[in-house]
């Protein structure tokens, strides 16, 4: 699978992606990271990419529904991963357009992503 949930502790939901995003996978991530949702209550998330090769072609990537239901109770969102995914993710995770607030993190800034879904709503850098 080329994304899972890794963590729930403290709040925090930790995805890990891996490899080509597809859309059935992110849909069925989704489906779970929404049951652990309603029993945490509100939590900041936490991806991080590994080895990634972006988004398949294809797939209902339109659907909001996930950020719908859940941008209410979802604090922050940190996304850490190679600079060149920069732009994309940021887009893809609709930065800007979202209520929830979102940074991308460097793998190499891994700790200050996790300190900053820590903090309160701070500059992440």
Same mark, same amino acid.
């Given at each position: 699978?080329?994304?899972?949930?890794? @963590?729930?502790?403290?709040?925090?939901?930790?995805?890990?992606?891996? &490899? =080509?995003?597809?859309?059935?996978?992110?849909?069925?991530?989704?489906?779970?990271?929404?049951?652990?949702?309603?029993?945490? &209550?509100?939590?900041?998330?936490?991806? =991080?990419?590994?080895?990634?090769?972006?988004?398949?072609?294809? &797939?209902?990537?339109? @659907? =909001?529904?996930?950020?719908? +239901?859940? @941008?209410?109770?979802?604090?922050?969102?940190?996304?850490?991963?190679?600079?060149?995914?920069? @732009?994309?993710?940021?887009?893809?995770?609709?930065?800007?357009?979202?209520?929830?607030?979102?940074?991308?993190?460097? %793998?190499?800034?891994?700790?200050?992503?996790?300190?900053? =879904?820590?903090? &309160?709503?701070?500059? %992440? +850098?």
């Amino acid at each position: 699978m080329s994304i899972e949930i890794v @963590d729930t502790s403290n709040n925090v939901l930790t995805f890990r992606v891996t &490899g =080509l995003l597809k859309q059935p996978e992110l849909a069925a991530v989704q489906k779970e990271a929404g049951a652990v949702i309603q029993k945490l &209550g509100k939590v900041r998330l936490l991806v =991080l990419t590994e080895k990634f090769e972006g988004w398949e072609r294809g &797939g209902n990537w339109g @659907d =909001l529904s996930f950020s719908s +239901k859940y @941008d209410p109770v979802i604090e922050k969102m940190a996304v850490v991963g190679e600079q060149k995914w920069e @732009d994309l993710a940021l887009m893809f995770t609709s930065k800007g357009i979202r209520r929830v607030e979102i940074e991308y993190f460097l %793998p190499s800034e891994e700790a200050q992503a996790r300190a900053w =879904l820590a903090a &309160g709503g701070q500059d %992440p +850098k």
